[in-house]
């Protein structure tokens, strides 16, 4: 299977299964689509001479010489290459426990619009403070708690030497000291075995002081820090319990924070609604705050219609013109590389010479068996956005996982369960896609989420057409 498009005065043909990717004149890529009619058995044969004829200035021997080219291409495996790991999703590798998401705080200081978690809450009924006693409703995680799930974790890793774990909320930095204690424990726990941890947070930023600095710089692998763009569309979605909005309140703590990482280790993580279709103009004012390392994304909802508020026979306009935006930022991150301004866009990144293994390409992040979310209870959901639905619910940390056939379900889940994913061309760049995702949109886990799909597959477009410029110098760069 082969995906050829055209964009930015380039044209690609990337190979599915190899990963292959080529860029071609006009007259090889007519030539290879020809192929494609060949391999989809609505033809049998590429005519030179009937290529020749639709391509003035072709001779029928420049025609035979893309076709030896293609030829050796396909003997190489480079090109129309078979699919040969449906084998290895059928296996049904079960991998260890390898990262845990830990939602130490089920209370928020902020009102966000769209916040999937009930503006923290997860289906409670808490409210939104500054400062909250632990204990209050279960509703920030003990110390005890803290601990056991490294316990857990560490218990049910198998022979993984590294394991991430991940502060989430609400907001986290609410239950800062228990919070700096489970790390604390877990340096303890890394002297007694062969494991280490690699802490991350997930911050709104309002809560950012001094301690929190340094203690961020001495022990997260990662920060990750909300900001959704220019004051007024931040402020729009991004309140304060008040009504008021929180750019003011953020904006200089977490340029703070970033700073005293010396720029490594952290990414400047935002959302767009329908507020903000123009989602470019955010993006380059976050860049043009100093900022390198950005993720924008949809945001998630149970009903996207919601989010939007684009009704079903709208999402097609909906959906190209936030096409057209990923294809707007591409052009404008070569750009500044050029002028030497650059910055990082998390879901353009695309490791093209060594990215994931295969495992990952079928089954992707591990959702319900390789990660785990815990909640401030103790209780294990397959991920931060499954928290609080009893369907769900895993088991605890505890007495481990007790709903085996949920578990086994999310472990069979993969690009060759789905049956939009086994023609897509796209399958080994996203694994399926996003689970929380789907269900919330169908009802199923082996389901897919086709807004997302469409967004995915665009930003993939864009990230190889990226590489092809990098490679050739931007010389056919053009809008």
Request: net charge negative.
């Amino acid at each position: 299977m082969i995906h050829c498009y055209r964009l930015c005065g380039y044209n690609i043909v990337l190979d599915v299964a190899s990963g292959s990717i080529h860029c071609v004149d006009d007259i090889a890529y007519d030539v290879i689509r020809a192929y494609e009619h060949i391999s989809d058995g609505k033809d049998q044969s590429v005519s030179a001479a009937q290529m020749a004829a639709t391509h003035p200035g072709a001779t029928e021997n420049d025609i035979k010489e893309i076709i030896a080219d293609i030829e050796a291409l396909k003997n190489r495996g480079k090109l129309f290459s078979p699919d040969t790991f449906e084998d290895v999703a059928e296996t049904g590798i079960k991998a260890p426990l390898k990262a845990l998401c830990l939602n130490v705080s089920h209370i928020c200081n902020m009102s966000c619009a769209y916040c999937f978690a009930g503006r923290g809450e997860y289906g409670g009924t808490g409210g939104h403070s500054d400062s909250i006693e632990i204990g209050s409703g279960n509703k920030l995680m003990s110390l005890e708690t803290g601990k056991r799930a490294i316990d857990f974790l560490v218990m049910n890793s198998a022979d993984r030497k590294i394991l991430d774990v991940d502060f989430f909320g609400g907001e986290p930095l609410l239950n800062r000291d228990v919070v700096k204690e489970i790390v604390k424990y877990a340096r303890e726990v890394e002297q007694g075995c062969s494991k280490r941890f690699r802490f991350t947070l997930t911050t709104n930023g309002l809560l950012i002081d001094d301690d929190v600095i340094n203690f961020t710089n001495n022990q997260m692998h990662n920060v990750v820090l909300s900001l959704d763009g220019r004051p007024e569309i931040h402020d729009a979605m991004r309140k304060l319990p008040n009504g008021n909005g929180s750019y003011a309140e953020v904006v200089d703590k977490i340029k703070k924070l970033v700073d005293a990482r010396r720029g490594k280790g952290y990414y400047i993580r935002g959302t767009f609604t329908k507020e903000n279709k123009d989602f470019v103009n955010d993006i380059l004012h976050i860049a043009d705050l100093g900022f390198k390392e950005i993720s924008l994304e949809p945001a998630v909802n149970q009903n996207m219609t919601e989010v939007f508020a684009t009704p079903e026979s709208s999402l097609c306009n909906l959906t190209e013109e936030l096409c057209s935006q990923y294809e707007t930022l591409a052009v404008e991150m070569l750009r500044r590389e050029k002028l030497g301004t650059g910055f990082n866009f998390y879901h353009f990144n695309l490791d093209l010479s060594a990215g994931p293994c295969v495992y990952k390409r079928i089954a992707g992040c591990g959702v319900g068996t390789e990660y785990l979310a815990v909640t401030p209870s103790g209780e294990l959901y397959p991920c931060h956005q499954f928290v609080g639905n009893p369907d769900f619910l895993m088991g605890d940390i505890w007495c481990g996982i007790t709903n085996n056939r949920l578990q086994n379900e999310f472990n069979s889940c993969n690009i060759y369960s789905r049956s939009e994913c086994k023609d897509c061309w796209a399958r080994f760049y996203c694994s399926g896609g996003c689970a929380a995702n789907a269900y919330h949109e169908t009802g199923s886990i082996n389901d897919i989420y086709k807004f997302s799909c469409e967004l995915f597959k665009k930003r993939m477009e864009c990230a190889i057409m990226m590489h092809v410029a990098r490679s050739s110098g931007g010389g056919a760069l053009r809008r």
